[in-house]
């Protein structure tokens, strides 16, 4: 479905809104739970690495863990240094919601994973049959807009994007969009996620992290995105996340 027919959540559907610190407070907070927020992230992508060997890899240990497939630490140490690119983005001012930052922390987080990391695949020479990509969501395989759909699509997403009012509306709305619109190789839900971390922390939010343990509630959300053409229920769920996180 194209961009401009996508259901996005509105300002009433997303409330209330979370608790609110100053930026520098919450990427100090976003640091220090670093190895947790990568785990969180790697968990969801299916990456067998424990909590502790994810910390041990932050922490810089000499040997890869035990038995670890080395694509599974690649992607864990990717995600690490992603956050710190996200986090220094914020605090010196030069983050922003757009296709230059997507592309930024998608060529770290899909460096050992997608074709062209950081190319999307509207401006792609690799994509030359022009179709759109093919996810699979639960058993359910849906294709995605074509290289001319998303060459459109894609300034029109940042657009609807900005016309939004609250921070937290807009990230959320943005975690979901961008999910769905697929522009890059590999890893969109992941640079989606992290473009409505980096709106959240630059507004004094902090960072939405699923638990490991709401990992069947999440890739829901996710088939529910893809089945309804509907941000909504992703949203929800990001939202819901973040509320039971702050304790409110």
């Known amino acids: 479905m194209p961009l401009d027919r996508l259901v996005f959540a509105s300002e009433d559907e997303l409330r209330p809104t979370l608790p609110r610190r100053t930026p520098e407070l919450a990427c100090a907070l976003y640091a220090a739970a670093r190895a947790g927020i990568v785990h969180s992230y790697a968990h969801l992508e299916g990456n067998p690495l424990t909590p502790a060997q994810v910390g041990a890899l932050l922490a810089g240990a000499r040997e890869e863990p ?8 690649s992607q864990a140490l990717d995600l690490a240094e992603a956050s710190a690119v996200l986090e220094e983005r914020v605090l010196t001012g030069g983050f922003g919601l757009d296709v230059a930052q997507a592309e930024e922390l998608n060529g770290i987080l899909a460096r050992h994973e997608a074709l062209l990391p950081g190319v999307r695949r509207s401006a792609s020479a690799a994509n030359t049959d022009g179709a759109g990509a093919t996810v699979s969501v639960q058993g359910d395989l849906f294709l995605g807009l074509s290289k001319q759909e998303l060459a459109a ?4 997403l940042f657009s609807r994007i900005a016309q939004l009012r609250r921070p937290v509306v807009r990230a959320l709305n943005l975690a979901a969009a961008g999910a769905y619109l697929q522009m890059f190789w590999d890893g969109n ?6 473009l409505a971390d980096g709106e959240l922390l630059a507004h004094g ?44």
């Open 66 to 73: 035990p038995a670890a497939d080395p694509h599974d630490v």
């Open 153 to 156: 699509s894609e300034p029109l």
């Open 189 to 194: 839900k992941r640079t989606s996620r992290f």
């Open 205 to 248: 939010f902090d960072s939405i992290v699923v638990p490991p343990e709401r990992k069947q509630d999440y890739h829901d959300a996710v088939a529910a995105l893809f089945r309804s053409h509907d941000v909504g229920p992703y949203a929800r769920f990001l939202l819901e996340v973040a509320r039971r996180a702050a304790g409110s």
